[in-house]
């Protein structure tokens, strides 16, 4: 309910009867287990019904804290309640999976997560630029609090309002415009200007990887948009930026662009 006295501790972190196991640096190890869960599972709760285990980041349990679990999974108590978090399950025993209840959990969409920094930002009483929410929710990737973290990060670099200019600096983004003329320079096979480009966003901070994939994005669009005219399917591009761009490039040299660029990605450290 959010409002009782149980379910403030919990919000708080500090309910006797749900505990957090999760990793210190990079894994849980076995005395992690023993010690949050082995050496209290017997004890009753507190109040209520139930003591709540929660295994953050459950894939990082090595596998000697996975053994150390397994063996308290095959008879628990009947008051206790564990809960694993995680986005890789195929790294957790298949013995233990197979005596979970599995949720799987999507993505948001990009248009739930810009509904919810609209309401965000006018509860804040703050202003943004035409495009910025949708661009801080393709970094967040689905990830409602990936996104409110940039968002949060982006107004600490601009406290009165969120611009695209101010996203671009702070994350490393190249903007449409500069990522479609670069486009331009290479299919115009001028080796020279474009490694000027690359030199002069490669020392501004731009990030190379995440240019690599920007830039097959736009490719697909490309190619989507060439073969339906549907500007309401593209993923990454406006009417305008396809404007810009698909009368200088066929569909056959966006393949050819995507080849490269997704070989190249599979070499980067």
Request: aromatic share 6%.
């Given at each position: 309910c959010g409002e009782c006295a149980a379910c403030k501790q919990v919000d708080s972190l500090n309910h006797p009867?749900?505990?957090?196991?999760?990793?210190?640096?990079?894994?849980?190890?076995?005395?992690?287990?023993?010690?949050?869960?082995?050496?209290?599972?017997?004890?009753?709760?507190?109040?209520?019904?139930?003591k709540i285990y929660i295994i953050d980041d459950a894939d990082r349990m090595n596998a000697g804290a996975q053994?150390?679990?397994?063996?308290?999974?095959?008879e628990p108590p009947a008051h206790v309640i564990f809960i694993l978090a995680t986005t890789e399950p195929h790294k957790?025993?298949?013995?233990?999976?197979?005596?979970?209840?599995?949720?799987?959990?999507?993505?948001?969409?990009?248009?739930?997560?810009?509904?919810?920094?609209?309401?965000?930002?006018?509860?804040?009483?703050?202003?943004?630029?035409?495009?910025?929410?949708?661009?801080?929710?393709?970094?967040?990737?689905?990830?409602?609090?990936?996104?409110?973290?940039?968002?949060?990060?982006?107004?600490a670099?601009?406290?009165?309002?969120?611009?695209?200019?101010?996203?671009?600096?702070?994350?490393?983004?190249?903007?449409?415009?500069?990522k479609t003329n670069l486009l331009k320079v290479l299919l115009s096979k001028n080796m020279s200007e474009s490694l000027k480009i690359l030199d002069k966003m490669d020392k501004s901070g731009i990030d190379i990887k995440r240019l690599t994939f920007d830039l097959i994005d736009?490719?697909?669009?490309?190619?989507?948009?060439?073969?339906?005219?549907?500007?309401?399917?593209?993923?990454?591009?406006?009417q305008k930026d396809l404007e810009n761009i698909v009368p200088y490039i066929s569909s056959d040299e966006c393949f050819n662009f995507i080849d490269i660029l997704m070989d190249a990605s599979e070499k980067y450290i």
């Amino acid at each position: 309910c959010g409002e009782c006295a149980a379910c403030k501790q919990v919000d708080s972190l500090n309910h006797p009867d749900v505990i957090y196991i999760t990793h210190e640096k990079y894994e849980i190890r076995v005395d992690d287990i023993r010690k949050g869960i082995n050496e209290t599972i017997d004890i009753k709760p507190y109040s209520g019904d139930y003591k709540i285990y929660i295994i953050d980041d459950a894939d990082r349990m090595n596998a000697g804290a996975q053994n150390a679990l397994l063996k308290t999974l095959e008879e628990p108590p009947a008051h206790v309640i564990f809960i694993l978090a995680t986005t890789e399950p195929h790294k957790i025993l298949p013995t233990i999976i197979s005596r979970c209840q599995r949720f799987d959990f999507t993505r948001l969409t990009d248009q739930e997560m810009v509904q919810r920094m609209q309401y965000v930002l006018k509860e804040e009483g703050k202003t943004y630029d035409e495009g910025s929410l949708e661009l801080i929710a393709r970094l967040a990737n689905g990830g409602m609090r990936d996104a409110l973290s940039i968002l949060e990060q982006c107004l600490a670099y601009n406290d009165d309002h969120l611009s695209i200019n101010d996203i671009h600096t702070i994350y490393g983004i190249v903007s449409m415009d500069d990522k479609t003329n670069l486009l331009k320079v290479l299919l115009s096979k001028n080796m020279s200007e474009s490694l000027k480009i690359l030199d002069k966003m490669d020392k501004s901070g731009i990030d190379i990887k995440r240019l690599t994939f920007d830039l097959i994005d736009i490719l697909k669009d490309i190619v989507v948009y060439r073969n339906t005219k549907d500007v309401s399917i593209m993923s990454v591009m406006t009417q305008k930026d396809l404007e810009n761009i698909v009368p200088y490039i066929s569909s056959d040299e966006c393949f050819n662009f995507i080849d490269i660029l997704m070989d190249a990605s599979e070499k980067y450290i």
